[in-house]
């Protein structure tokens, strides 16, 4: 059983930055796929970016390309999403997600291609 505990979610000003992490326990995975996910008010929860170990390929949605950079620190088991430039419509609660089982070579976007899940942190972006 995954664990994902997200952190670092805060208040900001349009154009500060952030950087969240997500804590994987309980069971660590060598080979896996990871991603960051969000979900505002009404909105659909939608994929932000994602990585996977083998191969390491990286994907991101083309509204934080240039903005948002998603890494992993393997020896503590830790995701992270560095988010600059951020605007008013980044606010969302953002989700850790992981697979580890299947097609651990494309780092999807799709929220139903990754069955674990974490609590989600709270991403408030003010103009």
């Known amino acids: 059983q995954v664990q994902l505990v997200e952190s670092g979610g805060d208040s900001v000003q349009a154009g500060g930055s952030l950087r969240l992490s997500c804590a994987a326990s309980?069971?660590?995975?060598?080979?896996?796929?990871m991603g960051w996910f969000r979900q505002a008010p009404g909105k659909e929860r939608e994929g932000v970016a994602a990585?996977?170990?083998?191969?390491?390929?990286?994907s991101y949605a083309d509204f934080v390309k240039g903005r948002f950079t998603i890494s992993q620190y393997n020896p503590k088991n830790t995701l992270y999403l560095q988010m600059n430039s951020l605007k008013p419509e980044d606010t969302a609660i953002y989700y850790c997600?992981?697979?580890?089982?299947?097609?651990?070579?494309?780092?999807?976007?799709?929220?139903?291609?990754?069955?674990?899940w974490g609590q989600g942190t709270q991403v408030t972006v003010s103009s």
């Open positions: 990585i996977c170990t083998l191969g390491g390929r990286i």
């Open positions: 309980a069971v660590t995975f060598s080979n896996r796929c």
């Open positions: 997600a992981a697979r580890v089982f299947g097609d651990l070579t494309i780092p999807t976007l799709t929220p139903g291609t990754y069955p674990y």
